[in-house]
């Protein structure tokens, strides 16, 4: 089960969107949502290695916290009234209702994901904007620093209705695609439609149908697709899922190394740059 859901959030008008995605796994698993402000330490914005004068710092610091205070203000305003909207009650978590809850935290928002996201059982951020160069260090973070599977979430202008009715898997037999089977477990035993995205060209690993009879075992019933590799895989699951009209793709992550991906453009990296569905990623 799903019981924990940590979103990030700065003053950055992505972490609405978030929120939303996030509220709808709420109400489907009964879980409580943690919104994690992230508000930045005074230290951290003093330039290095300069010397700065006492009352300049002082000046700084003054500064820093009005406008992170007055950030803070606005963002748990609108937590509140999406809180609302969303039917989600701001109280601790409680057996057999969806929950939510406002948190502030000083420091990096990559320390933040370290800090709450281990203790939770699902991580939720926006899908990176590369163009704007927001986000992509979150997402890094949370995949890599949380131990924790990760719902990237699209940019739409409201979230949709419901997440996770029609599973994608997308299969190759690597560790990563296995570690994101086991966590996205609860998503799976609760679709109705599971469909299981491979293109069978698999050495040394389970196969499709290995899966299909794991998750038999589990009740849960999955057909197979497979489909011809046409240039990037990653551009080629979004294509299927499309197809197959699924709304929730499940699939490892940077199977190649993050750096390399990112600047040479992997599957992992397209699929973060281009999907239009929710996405969970476990590396």
């Known amino acids: 089960m799903i019981h924990t859901i940590m979103v990030p959030v700065r003053g950055d008008g992505k972490g609405d969107n978030a929120f939303a995605h996030a509220a709808v796994v709420a109400k489907a698993f009964n879980a409580h949502v943690r919104v994690v402000h992230c508000r ?102 949370a995949i890599y620093s949380s131990g924790r599977p990760v719902l990237m979430c699209p940019p739409k202008e409201q979230a949709p209705a419901s997440i996770g009715s029609h599973v994608a898997i997308g299969w190759n037999g690597s560790l990563e695609a296995t570690r ?65 009209g699924a709304d929730l793709l499940v699939m490892g992550a940077y199977h190649d190394s993050y750096e390399r991906e990112t600047i040479f453009g992997g599957n992992t990296q397209v699929v973060v740059d281009e999907a239009t569905l929710p996405v969970i990623l476990v590396h």
């Open 40 to 141: 930045p330490k005074p230290e951290d914005l003093m330039p290095y290695g300069v010397v700065i004068p006492t009352f300049m710092r002082k000046q700084i610091e003054e500064v820093t916290a009005k406008n992170a205070q007055g950030e803070e203000d606005q963002l748990r305003k609108e937590f509140q009234d999406l809180a609302v909207d969303m039917g989600l009650p701001e109280i601790p978590p409680t057996p057999g209702q969806a929950t939510a809850s406002f948190a502030e935290y000083a420091g990096k928002q990559v320390d933040a994901v370290r800090h709450f996201g281990r203790l939770s059982d699902l991580v939720c951020v926006p899908r990176p904007d590369r163009q704007q160069n927001l986000g992509a260090n979150t997402l890094k973070s």
């Open 180 to 244: 994101a089977l086991a966590a996205a477990m609860p998503f799976i035993k609760g679709a109705d439609r599971v469909t299981i995205l491979t293109t069978g060209q698999l050495d040394h690993a389970a196969s499709a149908e290995d899966l299909v009879d794991y998750l038999g075992h589990r009740d849960v019933t999955a057909t197979i697709v497979r489909f011809e590799r046409k240039g990037n895989i990653g551009r080629n699951l979004l294509q299927e899922c499309e197809t197959a």
